[in-house]
């Protein structure tokens, strides 16, 4: 199962942009990599999720490189209220079933 | 659309009792269920993975006889903590996978705070 390397925590601004970054050396053929944002006492919110290239919602944008062994979670324009730990899965259909493994998470602390 | 929920959110019992714990998909069908358990400052941990109609799966250290799991249909699971002890103290979280879009995503329920006193 592919694990998961991620920065332990960033700082940033207000209206600025945040990238967090993730490794997944041993990421597997049939793995996705999906974000989640957590926020304290609550479940992991979906962001977004993607198998290569670039994906972008209303939220978020995600970029896969070709090798697929790391991913970036692009958040535009950052607001107070984005402060959260943010996870970052890979995982999906393999032998034995389907399963993701969390990592440890990046805390993004968002200043005014 | 993809709507997980749990309940109770959050529940407080004396020591010896059980618990139980239901997480529900509310507009999709979930053939696999997560049952993952939170300390604080931690981040989640896979207690065992639950398949409709099937034994669940236990990750390792995770005693089946004491988390027991059922999943009896697409849309619901249900976590067990028998004989409660304050170790078992923690943040019970569910999610739903859903593949029925083409991608293997998992949604994730609100959780459940657990106090043993």
Redesign the interface.
Known sequence: LAKTTQPISMDSYEGQEVNITCSHNNIATNDYITWYQQFPSQGPRFIIQGYKTKVTNEVASLFIPADRKSSTLSLPRVSLSDTAVYYCLVGGMNTGGFKTIFGAGTRLFVKA | G?V?S?HPSRVICKSGTSVKIECRSLDFQAT?MFW?RQFPKQ????MA?S?EGSKA?YEQGVEKDKFLINHASLTLSTLTVTSAHPEDSS?Y?C?A?R?DSG?????????T?LLVL
């Not at chain 2, 981040?43 to 896979?46: A, E, H, K, N, P």
């Not at chain 2, 991608?103 to 959780?111: A, I, M, R, S, V």
Request: net charge positive; charged share 10%.
């Open positions: 993809a997980v749990q696999t993952y981040s989640l941990m896979l993975t398949n799966t943040f979280i999610s996978r593949g991608l293997e995503t998992q949604y994730f329920g609100p959780g705070r």
